[in-house]
Protein backbone atom coordinates (compact mmCIF):
# COMPACT_ATOMS: atom_id res chain seq x y z
CA UNK A 1 0.00 0.00 0.00
CA UNK A 2 2.67 2.78 0.58
CA UNK A 3 4.67 1.83 -2.55
CA UNK A 4 1.35 2.58 -4.42
CA UNK A 5 0.81 5.64 -2.13
CA UNK A 6 4.52 7.02 -3.25
CA UNK A 7 4.23 6.02 -6.96
CA UNK A 8 0.93 7.98 -6.85
CA UNK A 9 2.63 10.78 -5.50
CA UNK A 10 5.22 10.96 -8.05
CA UNK A 11 2.68 10.30 -10.86
CA UNK A 12 1.06 13.21 -9.71
CA UNK A 13 4.01 15.65 -8.69
CA UNK A 14 5.85 14.44 -12.53
CA UNK A 15 1.91 14.80 -13.91
CA UNK A 16 0.05 16.96 -12.30
CA UNK A 17 2.14 19.58 -10.54
CA UNK A 18 4.87 20.52 -13.16
CA UNK A 19 6.89 23.57 -12.48
CA UNK A 20 5.27 26.84 -11.17
CA UNK A 21 5.38 29.67 -13.85
CA UNK A 22 4.69 32.40 -11.28
CA UNK A 23 7.88 34.37 -10.16
CA UNK A 24 9.78 33.50 -6.94
CA UNK A 25 8.47 34.58 -4.32
CA UNK A 26 11.17 36.36 -1.86
CA UNK A 27 12.66 34.21 0.92
CA UNK A 28 10.90 36.37 3.51
CA UNK A 29 7.36 35.22 1.91
CA UNK A 30 8.52 31.64 1.62
CA UNK A 31 5.70 30.44 4.23
CA UNK A 32 2.35 29.91 3.75
CA UNK A 33 0.89 32.35 6.25
CA UNK A 34 -2.62 32.35 4.56
CA UNK A 35 -3.35 28.57 5.12
CA UNK A 36 -1.86 29.21 8.76
CA UNK A 37 -3.11 32.38 9.78
CA UNK A 38 -0.59 32.44 13.14
CA UNK A 39 2.42 31.21 11.41
CA UNK A 40 5.48 33.15 11.33
CA UNK A 41 8.17 30.65 10.87
CA UNK A 42 10.45 31.13 7.81
CA UNK A 43 12.83 29.15 6.22
CA UNK A 44 16.29 30.22 8.57
CA UNK A 45 13.94 29.27 11.56
CA UNK A 46 13.19 25.94 10.35
CA UNK A 47 12.93 23.61 12.92
CA UNK A 48 11.91 25.82 14.99
CA UNK A 49 14.13 25.84 18.47
CA UNK A 50 12.79 23.94 21.50
CA UNK A 51 9.64 22.64 19.50
CA UNK A 52 8.67 19.36 18.06
CA UNK A 53 8.51 20.99 14.11
CA UNK A 54 6.10 19.09 11.20
CA UNK A 55 7.10 21.11 8.07
CA UNK A 56 5.62 20.08 4.79
CA UNK A 57 7.04 20.75 1.57
CA UNK A 58 4.55 21.40 -1.22
CA UNK A 59 3.42 24.29 -3.20
CA UNK A 60 -0.04 26.14 -3.34
CA UNK A 61 -0.93 24.62 -6.90
CA UNK A 62 0.29 21.27 -6.40
CA UNK A 63 -3.11 18.63 -6.07
CA UNK A 64 -1.82 16.81 -3.11
CA UNK A 65 -0.41 20.04 -1.48
CA UNK A 66 -3.85 21.29 -1.89
CA UNK A 67 -5.37 18.50 -0.08
CA UNK A 68 -2.77 18.77 2.85
CA UNK A 69 -3.65 22.55 3.61
CA UNK A 70 -6.99 22.06 5.74
CA UNK A 71 -5.31 19.09 7.22
CA UNK A 72 -2.33 21.76 8.27
CA UNK A 73 -4.59 24.29 9.45
CA UNK A 74 -6.40 22.28 11.79
CA UNK A 75 -2.85 20.68 13.32
CA UNK A 76 -1.64 24.00 13.54
CA UNK A 77 -4.62 25.30 15.99
CA UNK A 78 -4.79 21.69 18.05
CA UNK A 79 -0.71 21.65 18.74
CA UNK A 80 -0.17 25.62 18.68
CA UNK A 81 2.20 26.33 21.58
CA UNK A 82 3.26 22.35 21.97
CA UNK A 83 4.32 21.81 18.15
CA UNK A 84 5.03 23.82 15.40
CA UNK A 85 3.00 22.93 12.06
CA UNK A 86 5.09 24.65 9.19
CA UNK A 87 4.29 25.16 5.51
CA UNK A 88 6.66 26.05 2.97
CA UNK A 89 6.00 26.92 -0.99
CA UNK A 90 9.02 25.59 -2.70
CA UNK A 91 7.54 26.29 -6.10
CA UNK A 92 7.34 29.72 -4.74
CA UNK A 93 10.93 29.66 -2.82
CA UNK A 94 13.28 26.55 -4.50
CA UNK A 95 15.69 27.22 -1.10
CA UNK A 96 14.27 24.85 0.84
CA UNK A 97 13.59 22.09 -1.18
CA UNK A 98 17.48 22.17 -1.64
CA UNK A 99 17.45 22.53 1.42
CA UNK A 100 16.30 19.37 2.77
CA UNK A 101 17.12 17.17 -0.35
CA UNK A 102 12.93 17.46 -1.44
CA UNK A 103 12.66 15.06 -4.49
CA UNK A 104 8.67 15.07 -4.45
CA UNK A 105 6.29 16.74 -2.92
CA UNK A 106 4.46 17.36 -0.75
CA UNK A 107 6.83 15.99 1.80
CA UNK A 108 6.51 16.14 5.49
CA UNK A 109 9.81 16.45 7.74
CA UNK A 110 9.40 15.80 11.50
CA UNK A 111 11.82 17.31 13.51
CA UNK A 112 12.28 16.65 17.63
CA UNK A 113 12.66 19.55 19.80
CA UNK A 114 16.57 19.84 19.12
CA UNK A 115 16.02 19.98 15.25
CA UNK A 116 16.99 16.68 14.58
CA UNK A 117 15.36 14.62 11.85
CA UNK A 118 13.35 11.78 13.18
CA UNK A 119 10.65 10.95 10.22
CA UNK A 120 9.93 11.78 6.39
CA UNK A 121 6.70 11.16 4.47
CA UNK A 122 6.18 11.99 0.82
CA UNK A 123 2.96 12.53 -0.44
CA UNK A 124 -0.22 13.48 0.70
CA UNK A 125 -0.36 12.15 4.43
CA UNK A 126 -3.62 12.33 6.39
CA UNK A 127 -4.16 14.37 9.89
CA UNK A 128 -4.61 11.33 11.64
CA UNK A 129 -1.52 10.08 10.41
CA UNK A 130 0.85 13.52 11.36
CA UNK A 131 -0.96 13.36 14.23
CA UNK A 132 -0.18 9.84 15.79
CA UNK A 133 3.69 10.87 14.72
CA UNK A 134 3.81 13.73 16.89
CA UNK A 135 1.74 11.45 19.55
CA UNK A 136 4.91 9.20 19.03
CA UNK A 137 7.73 12.24 19.42
CA UNK A 138 6.07 13.22 22.59
CA UNK A 139 3.70 15.73 22.03
CA UNK A 140 -0.05 15.06 23.33
Request: proline share 9%; with cysteine; aromatic share 8%.
Amino acid sequence: MKKFALLAAVFIFIFGCGPSQDPPASPARSGRTDALPNQTVLPPEVPVKGLVTMVDLGADKCVPCKMMAPVLIELEKEFRGRAAIVFLDVWKDRTPAKRFGIKAIPTQIFFDASGREVYRHVGFMDKDAIAAQLKEMGIE
